[in-house]
């Protein structure tokens, strides 16, 4: 048996202290994970500035507030839903996401999903990292100092920095962050509301109609879907220190309060907040603008902070997944090198491209994998049916599992033609449906069908 796949090893899971696991299985005896820690872990990583900008998009999509705010909350629930579910492999399993996707698509056809993955969170860490740095950057023209790049460069720098830092403690330092994290943000999001709640045009109809509107309706709700959905294979990374007892109906009612609450809660206050004064295209300028100095202030203060807090999990889940894909570092390691990059893909993203277009393009186009993804681990899970592996299940280089790696493929190639990005935008999406991208929808329904029918004659040699 490989080292990796021991489970009996003495652990070290402590607040602010190195968390000795890698992605090996986490032994039984110290499996003390709760399940409303793991819902407010989930809280955390949705309380933040990331769901409000993107609850604003929908205004610029050209909805209203009513249709916008019933957008958020059907792509926000159907996406938690599918989280929670996934989730449940965590206490199954007792590892890391990707690792648990090596019963479902096979050691080496698991380093697809893990590269994936491994992209969404240094993708996830450069938009956090850009978005703390412009809430530093405007707090800092706030108080009289002039902007410059070679200061945006300094302040990006520390952003990089602190978040490293914090993810390479662990799994319980991250979640007691996230936890506490998302009590303030929700706390000062109060405030704010109670503050600007005049100032807000709740009346904002939208200003496309027709099939338009219904174009623009789906869009916002698959915005949202997408939100939620590109943290799908990150599930288990922070559901593994569940006891392996755990109830899967208690893990789903969690993950699902804990990432769809939020998400529909800061959306609606982004569309809301948005509705001040749209013509600015920017929510935090339009925010500053409408608020006192000392709230706006302390409201950029805490935009960066929450950033930051939001990236523990995307560097401390690129950690596991690059030693998941094989590469002979160890965790703390493999976190500082995937802030690393991300730092480099913020810095682009900050003095480069178009933040505010680039963000939609990365929610979309890693939307059309990873439901797909989801679908197929579901379901296999569901077929299995058991309650614990052995260690060594996830350790045993299998190859390739063929049923799923290509409905995998087959469930993201049918969803390429209902794309609409500036990236890709099909005629399909652009033309026959007016603009919604239904295209995670897509890769969900084609990828969960398409695993049923090729493993429906070999279902009961699956697992031997």
Not at 78 to 101: K, M, Y
């Amino acid at each position: 048996m490989s080292a990796e796949a021991t489970s009996d090893a003495s652990v070290q899971n402590d607040f602010l202290k190195v968390e000795t696991t890698g992605i090996e299985m986490v032994p039984q005896s110290e499996r003390s994970g709760r399940l409303w820690e793991l819902g407010g872990m989930w809280a955390g990583a949705f309380m933040n500035y990331a769901s409000l900008l993107t609850g604003s998009l929908l205004i610029t999509f050209g909805l209203g507030i009513p249709d916008a705010l019933l957008a958020i909350a059907v792509g926000a629930a159907l996406a938690a839903v599918v989280l929670g579910l996934v989730s449940i492999t965590g206490p199954r399993g007792g590892v890391p996401q990707i690792v648990f996707s090596r019963l479902v698509f096979g050691y080496h056809g698991a380093y697809l999903a893990g590269a994936l993955t491994l992209f969404l969170a240094v993708g996830w860490f450069a938009v956090d990292c850009v978005i703390a740095t412009n809430a530093l950057s405007q707090l800092l023209q706030e108080l009289g100092i002039a902007s410059s790049q070679a200061l945006h460069a300094v302040m990006l720098l520390v952003v990089v920095a602190v978040s490293m830092l914090i993810a390479v403690y662990g799994h319980r330092t991250v979640v007691v962050f996230e936890r506490f994290g998302a009590v303030a943000f929700l706390t000062f999001c109060v405030v704010l509301l109670a503050v600007l709640a005049p100032r807000v045009h709740w009346h904002l109809t939208a200003s496309v109609h027709g099939s338009a509107h219904v174009g623009a309706w789906i869009l916002g709700a698959s915005v949202t879907f997408a939100l939620v959905a590109s943290w799908f294979s990150f599930a288990a990374d922070y559901s593994r220190y569940l006891p392996a007892r755990t109830e899967a109906g208690g893990v789903v009612w969690w993950v699902t309060l804990g990432a769809g609450l939020p998400t529909m809660l800061l959306g609606a206050l982004g569309v809301v907040l948005f509705s001040m004064n749209t013509r600015t295209g920017d929510l935090l300028t339009t925010i500053v603008q409408q608020t006192p100095k000392p709230l706006a202030l302390a409201f950029l203060l805490f935009v960066a902070l929450g950033m930051v807090w939001a990236n523990y999990l995307d560097v401390y889940t690129a950690g596991l997944v690059t030693l998941a894909l094989d590469v002979p570092l160890r965790r703390w390691q493999t976190a500082v090198l995937a802030g690393i990059v991300g730092g480099l893909l913020a810095y682009y993203a900050l003095f480069v491209s178009s933040f505010y277009t680039a963000y939609t393009n990365f929610l979309l186009v890693t939307y059309i994998w990873a439901p797909a993804w989801a679908a197929i681990v579901v379901l296999t899970l569901y077929e299995s049916r058991q309650r614990a592996y052995p260690a060594e299940t996830f350790f045993r280089r299998t190859g390739v599992r063929a049923p799923a790696v290509i409905a995998l493929l087959i469930g993201t190639a049918a969803a390429v033609p209902f794309v609409n990005s500036s990236l890709w935008q099909s005629p399909l999406a652009l033309n026959l449906l007016h603009g919604a991208d239904i295209s995670g929808f897509v890769s969900f329904v084609a990828g969960g069908l398409v695993y049923l029918a090729l493993t429906r004659s070999t279902r009961k040699q699956f697992w031997k």
